[in-house]
């Protein structure tokens, strides 16, 4: 059971524009959330967090938002740029001592053109 | 430079060898990870450790084994009872747990290919 799911296998986006990832999420114990981007061959990179105390958070190009009726988040990135060409990774923990497990979605590959 | 080590970056195994994956990391990060990422299913969790001397099986831990001797040490062996051990497998740390609001670092990966 897939309880993290980003449904986009791929994006392609003009550089310049903005690019829009989405991710959903089953478990309503989730609070804590994450983004990740990838290049092949090699770790992820952490990217962005967002706590359920906040709807939004932004980092520079980066921001997410958060819709916790919708157990729905997006990441935007504004403006995509041709280095942004990466696999985009959301991760989902619940709060608490007890609660070791980051879950991740399948992922989104992002391509940027010119 | 502080950072999580990955060792080897490229390993090739005779079906039916044990083959253990190093991870190394100097950030006195108390957790450490084990995932493995697969072709279109993301990356998957197959062991953790929340401090030396202890770890927790994850979803796909059947196959695997670890050890946490240091706490900069967290060894993973692909067992010959691993069905499709050929995968790129993903070490990470963090300072505190995700549920308590921890970022993981990863390591830059090993690629294991059974033949």
């Known amino acids: 059971d897939q309880q993290v799911k980003q449904n986009s296998p791929s994006l392609s986006v003009q550089e310049g524009r903005i690019s829009i990832l989405n991710c959903d999420y089953t478990?309503?114990?989730?609070?804590?959330f994450l983004w990740y981007k990838k290049y092949p061959a090699e770790g992820p990179t952490f990217l962005i967090s967002?706590?359920?105390?906040?709807d939004k958070n932004e980092d520079g190009r980066f921001t997410v938002f958060l819709n916790k009726s919708a157990k729905h988040l997006s990441l935007h990135i504004v403006p995509s740029q041709p280095g942004d060409s990466a696999v985009y990774f959301c991760a989902a923990s619940a709060w608490g001592p007890d609660t070791d497990k980051l879950i991740f979605g399948t992922g989104t590959r992002l391509q940027v053109f010119p | 430079d502080g950072g999580i080590t990955q060792s080897p970056k490229y390993l090739f195994r005779k079906e039916g060898q044990n083959v253990t994956l190093s991870c190394e990391q100097n950030l006195n990060h108390d957790a450490m990870y084990w995932y493995r990422q697969d072709p279109g299913q993301g990356l998957r969790l197959i062991y953790y450790?929340?401090?030396?001397?202890?770890?927790q099986k994850g979803d796909i831990a059947e196959g695997y084994s670890v050890s946490r001797e240091k706490k900069e040490s967290f060894p993973l062996t692909v067992t010959s009872a691993q069905k499709n051990p050929t995968a790129f497998y993903l070490c990470a740390s963090s300072l505190r747990s995700p549920g308590q609001g921890g970022i993981a670092f990863f390591g830059q990966g090993t690629r294991l290919t059974v033949v």
């Open positions: 450790s929340q401090i030396v001397n202890d770890f």
């Open positions: 478990n309503s114990m989730f609070d804590y």
């Open positions: 967002i706590s359920s105390i906040k």
